[in-house]
């Protein structure tokens, strides 16, 4: 089976991100491309392409660099490792379990985060609609 290959344009389209920044994360050991042309284009495959989205998943929660190595390392090694149940496996588990405590507690703040721009957003209708009243009040 071969596989399918896209050069960075087109992954950056389908991911939502910059050829820059695609490439920043091929810079820092992120996401390396499956292969190059004879000419070093970049070529990458589906499995890149979920591997971005999920970088990109976890930027929104402010993963650090380090933070999003050890989860894809994490997440690789147990896609290696298979099904089988071994004392590594259990181990990469817990370490997916923390690093979803992680995540779990960063969207957390980000809800805390939103309720608070919310009830600004609705402090600042409330102050519209008094101002307007208020004009409407001074007209008669």
Do not use: W
Not at 13 to 19: H, I, K, W
Not at 97 to 102: C, I, L
């Amino acid at each position: 089976m071969s596989l399918q290959h896209m050069q960075i344009g087109e992954v950056a389209e389908r991911v939502g991100l910059s050829l820059r920044t695609i490439r920043y994360y091929e810079e820092v050991g992120l996401v390396p491309p499956s292969a190059r042309t004879p000419g070093g284009f970049r070529l990458y495959t589906e499995s890149d392409v979920a591997r971005l989205n999920l970088i990109k998943r976890m930027k929104t929660l402010e993963f650090s660099l380090d933070e999003m190595r050890e989860l894809l390392s994490v997440l690789s090694q147990l896609e290696s490792i298979g099904d089988e149940p071994s004392a590594r496996r259990e181990e990469l588990i817990e370490r997916l379990v923390t690093h979803r405590a992680v995540a779990e507690e960063r969207c957390a703040a980000l809800r805390a985060q939103l309720e608070t721009a919310e009830a600004f957003a609705a402090d600042l209708r409330s102050e519209i609609s008094r101002q307007r009243r208020q004009k409407v009040g001074q007209a008669r």
